[in-house]
């Protein structure tokens, strides 16, 4: 194999090999399972029985690691009968080795491979290189430890996860590591605590944030905004409970999907509920509540509240992974030839949207679509399937989304547009959404009047433009590094006292610009102004005034811009009229 072609997948497997040697040098009696390559890496859970590793042995590994790749060793592949295989990892007492064997058997299997480098030898498909010195010196760190559970199965014995980094060349290793520290700087549990953005409490519970005043701010300026541009699309507000009996998601299909997530609520009194894990259901029984007609559609509604589900415990983390999920959802209830102009639309919104956020243009589209071999996972008709995702193909072309088709990826009910996002380090994460239902009016029996009075079953669209608040704050802050636009910044103007006689005239400045609708903070505390300005620059605070004898008897402020060293002289009329107008066009 030409090593200058070789995928950097295959050379992060063989790495994880390496990994699994060293660690058999070092610790002979510790059990291997698993060990693949991931994004910019690698991992191998390894069960150390009495032994407690830590970070602190990362370098011991390293150093053996990096002396077996010098070794110029071969990959030696061989194939050998499933049962001799499982015999000889019961002889040798491997455990999991023997477990993964005796699946491969009941499935059929009647040969495995394995791949031997150097003196050690593991149960692999592979591919891996050929040879070492396809790895380049330093092109590999190892680089954390986590806990996980065999088989990802809770009732398993916990095994120790060594992840490593591993890149074609040391210059890319080194790229990445530099963008990591960056990235550890701009985390949002981190900088979220920093800026007083939102809490957890281990009374409340994890995976269940409180937002605190500055965190909320954020949130409902984002809900203002994105209900303000739908409006303009036709867009109703509307509310459903937190909960519902089960036979709503057991008829939408919902109860089956996420039936090992569902939050099941009871009472004394004989009453027995689920936390919603969706509100599309809730909103067909708004559309059933009258009858309808053609001439009523389309018919949108949209609803911010939120959503549960019972992730795995392990799972939860920061706003990145909650019980209760904020959604930001949306659903139009249409006439088939309807559906294009409404999709286009939502594809506008999307675009305007993260527009004004400077997100648009680091995105792609993923045209999800159903996996063919197992349409059992699916509800609904072929025929319509096929309509569908011919529509979404053809919107695709038409707004010149260049979607890439994804085989599998589609909703439960219908395929989809999703938007995938790249924030300020790369980081990619999906959030809007875009889906086509002909299924879910009809598992509900909705219909409208058409023009020659039959009934006939409404198309249902589901969007989401920001997705759910807790993902999308958690983008945000990361993204901007907690300087948000000026418009999202929950304290837009921080003004300064530099001693307490110039506190009356921090305090009419401050409702001055309260009136005029400016968020804005007063820092009054008996400390040095140096100490008061680190603060508010600490804070990220968009502008700052400092007042003192000069500013207090003076027609023009003093201002300080984010990120400049000097203040610059400008009248308060004007100054006002420059905030208001960056907040009106969201800068």
Sequence with gaps: MNKEKMPVETKRHSIAHLLAAAV???????????????????????????????????????????????????????????????????????????????????????????????????????????????????????????????????????????????????????????????????????????????????????????????????????????????????????????????????????????????????????????????????????????PRSYRDLPIRYMESEKQYRAEKTGEVGGLSRVYAITIEDGHTFCRIDQVKEEIKNLVNIIKDFYSALGLWGRHWVSLSVRDYAHPEKYIGETADWDLCEKMLAEISDELKLDAKRQEGEAALYGPKLDFMFRDSLGKEIQIPTVQIDFATPKKFNLTYADKDGTAKNPVMVHRAILGSYERFLALLIEHFAGAFPLWLSPVQVKIVSVAEAHSPACTRLAAELKAADIRVEVDEANETVGNKIRKAVAEKVPYMLVIGDKEANSPTLAVRDRGAADTREITKDKFIAEVLNKIKNHL
């Excluded at 194939?79 to 002889?91: M, N, P, R, V």
């Excluded at 290793?173 to 550890?184: G, N, P, R, S, V």
């Design 24 to 290: 058999k040098e070092i610790w002979p009696e510790a059990q291997l399972s698993i060990g693949p390559a991931i994004d910019n890496g690698f991992y191998y859970d390894i069960d150390f029985g009495d032994v407690k590793i830590s970070d602190a042995n990362f370098k011991e590994i390293e150093k053996k690691m990096a002396h077996l790749a010098k070794q110029n060793l071969k990959f030696e592949r061989r194939e050998e009968k499933i049962d001799l295989a499982l015999q000889a990892a019961q002889d040798a007492g491997e455990i999991y080795k023997a477990e993964l064997l005796t699946d491969l058997k009941a499935g059929g299997e009647t040969v495995v491979s394995h791949y031997t480098v150097g003196k050690f030898t593991d149960l692999c498909r592979g591919p891996h290189v050929n040879n070492t010195n396809q790895i380049k010196p330093g092109s590999f760190k190892l680089h954390k430890l986590a806990g996980a559970y065999w088989r990802g199965d809770e009732k398993n014995k916990m095994l120790t996860r060594i992840y490593g980094l591993a890149f074609d060349t040391k210059e890319e290793l080194d790229d990445h590591l530099k963008m990591l520290i960056e990235a550890e700087k701009r985390d949002h549990r981190k900088l979220g605590k920093e800026l007083d953005l939102f809490c957890f409490s281990e009374l409340v519970g994890a995976g269940l944030p409180l937002y605190t005043p500055k965190g909320m701010v954020i949130i409902e300026e984002l809900k203002k905004h994105i209900e303000a541009v739908c409006r303009n699309y036709g867009f109703e507000k509307v509310m459903t409970p937190h909960l519902a009996k089960i036979d709503l998601y057991e008829l939408s299909g919902h109860a089956k999907k996420f039936s090992e997530e569902l939050f099941h609520v009871s009472s004394s009194k004989g009453h027995d509920f689920v936390m919603k894990p969706v509100q599309c259901p809730h909103h067909t029984q708004i559309y059933a509540s009258r």
